[in-house]
């Protein structure tokens, strides 16, 4: 009997420990499942149960399900959801140095991109710790370029024109070209071209391809004017709570996972060019005038990005520039 009560405690003792020690994060997503961010997520997200052996099981939510994009960055904030995936330029209005990856015509390849972000990686880690927040791993989106319902071949052309903007540097791209902003979601992009809320935006092919954007718009000008990244981060206090073991997995995941995002971006910008053309869209580089005149309201949104982002921001720039 003595025996029996002996091994039934240590059944229930194992028991209690396994359920105090396994954990569930939701990963909350913002685009869709098929896009590569969020394979790239899910892969990373069971590399980290592996790692575990399923001590921390990491579940991710796509397409803005579980949190809306707008909503992601504040739920993970505030503890609502441990782990979540964030366009961080989606909040340059927070901390300016979310937008160092929207400067407008700054960098324009994958190459030149990778040479500022490895430089701007530790000042933006820095400042989502403040936010509370513990950095894992960001991957890029393919080159920015325009879309448009129409030919555009000066600046003019886009007066007026509804323009679906998604951070603080889309806005002002539209105010300064005489066009009318609208926040929109990638994942309510399909809705708001079809409904006419908007009619023009700049993103890459990606984002065009997964929101099949031929349905409603005609052309794609390829401007490159910028690389924005999406971000993982966990709730700082979570992260916190991790044993030292817990946090090596999640580093680890999260650095295979960025390598094989930026491979994987690289690969979707040539495929999603060509599937736009393929479904009928005029797919070609913007005209010299039309570059110029957006280069020179690249410069005035950079000049309007240092002044913001301080001594942070400039330390960023020259060490990039003096590359
Ligand atoms: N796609 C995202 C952000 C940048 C991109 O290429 C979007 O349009 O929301």
Not at 78 to 93: D, F, K, P, V, Y
Not at 238 to 261: F, K, M, P, R, Y
Request: with cysteine; glycine share 8%; charged share 20%.
């Amino acid at each position: 009997m003595k025996l029996m009560n002996t091994l039934l405690t240590a059944t229930a003792l194992v028991g209690i420990g396994a359920a105090a020690h396994a954990e569930k994060w939701d990963m909350p997503m913002a685009y869709a499942a098929s896009n590569f961010h969020s394979e790239v997520g899910t892969e990373f997200a069971s590399c980290v149960t592996t790692g575990t052996d399923g001590a921390l099981e990491i579940v991710t939510h796509p397409s803005g399900s579980l949190f809306g994009g707008a909503e992601i960055k504040r739920a993970v904030m505030t503890g609502q959801a441990m782990i979540g995936e964030r366009l961080m330029s989606a909040h340059e209005n927070e901390n300016p140095l979310y937008g160092v990856d929207s400067i407008p015509f700054l960098v324009s390849s994958f190459d030149e991109h990778e040479m500022l972000w490895s430089i701007a990686e530790p000042y933006v880690a820095d400042a989502l710790a403040e936010d509370n927040l513990h950095y894992v791993y960001s991957v890029p989106w393919p080159p920015q370029g325009l879309y448009m319902n129409k030919e555009l071949t000066d600046i003019e052309g886009m007066k007026g024109v509804k323009f679906r903007s998604y951070s603080a540097a889309t806005a002002k791209m539209a105010e300064l070209t005489g066009a009318l902003p609208v926040q929109v979601e990638a994942a309510e992009l399909s809705q708001a071209l079809a409904t006419g809320v908007a009619e023009s935006f700049i993103s890459s092919g990606a984002t065009g391809y997964d929101r099949k954007v031929w349905e409603h718009l005609s052309h794609f000008y390829e401007v490159d004017a910028w690389l924005p990244r999406n971000a993982i981060f966990v709730n700082l206090d979570a992260w916190n709570d991790l044993d030292e073991a817990t946090q090596a997995v999640i580093t680890e995941c999260g650095a295979t996972a960025a390598a094989d995002g930026l491979a994987k971006s690289e690969a979707y910008t040539a495929f999603t060019l060509n599937e736009l053309k393929k479904n009928g869209m005029t797919v070609e580089r913007a005209s010299d005038h039309l570059m110029g005149q957006l280069k020179e309201m690249g410069a005035v949104m950079t000049e309007e990005w240092l002044a913001k982002a301080g001594d942070e921001g400039k330390a960023i720039i020259d060490a990039y520039k003096g590359e």
